[in-house]
Structures are given as structure tokens and as C-alpha cells.
């Protein structure tokens, strides 16, 4: 993050616009999913975010302009059973973007967040297969 970072910088003086797009989902019951799961999940879809945030920032504020576009989710609004921890990670993104854009307005920065809702790729299918249930279980139905 901070090699690409330091590149734009040394070629361009300054990231102008930056677009935080990273993210994957693990699915299943709250109960179910592995805490290890949800901890790499938050790495990518939040902490990622934000440090790429953090990253940019130094030189956006110093030519007072910049943007940074945070693309979230309809999940970060609503969420659906199994789908729990994607959607939390999605919140926080919604929660981050919020507060993020009322600190660096007065330095020339935006933020924006984007919400798309499904979108036909391979996201979901790979969501599926990263289902928390055990075949046997009280989720399983």
C-alpha cells in the first residue's frame, strides 16, 4: 500500500483521486463463522479502506483537494440472515465514509460512497462457498 502509494506521489506529487474497491464476503449464521474468518474479512473490507485512506490523506490535505470514493454496499444499509458479517463490514465502511467526510471537508477533500446492490459476477458464488454451516447443524435448513 505504501510502495503504490509513494509511486503516485513521485510521479504525480499527489494521489488525486483514490477508489477504495477491495472487499469479499464470508457468509453464514453469526453463530457459525469462524472468528479468524471475520477478522480476514475486516482486514480487506475495512482496514484496507482505511489505510489506504490514511495513506493519501498527507497530501491531499497539503494541494487542499482530493477525493476518495468508498464503494460499499446496499448491505452497509440492510441486511439478510447469513449475510451478517459482509453487511457489518459494509456499516463500517458507511460509518468510516460518514465521519471521514465531515473531517477533511474544510481540507478541499470529498468522500463519497457508492451502494450498488447486486451486480451479476462471481461475488456471490464465491460468498456461497465460503457458507459457514456444518451439514448437521441448526442452520443447515
Known sequence: MRAAVATVETEHGAVGAL??????AVSGAIE???LDAVRAEFE?????YLRMSQLVLPAMR???RGRIVNISSVAGRVTMPGAGVY????????AISDAL??????FGVRVIVIEPGPIRTAFTAS???TLATDAEG????
Do not use: M
Not at 138 to 141: D, G, M, R, S
Open 44 to 48: 480487506t473490507n475495512v482496514f484496507g
Open 62 to 64: 497539503q494541494r487542499r
Open 19 to 24: 477508489v477504495n474497491n477491495a472487499g469479499y
Open 87 to 94: 453487511a457489518a463490514s459494509k456499516y463500517a465502511i458507511e
Open 32 to 34: 457459525a463463522v469462524a
Open 101 to 106: 467526510r465531515f473531517e477533511v471537508r474544510g
Open 127 to 129: 460468498a456461497n462457498a
Open 138 to 141: 441448526p442452520y443447515a435448513p
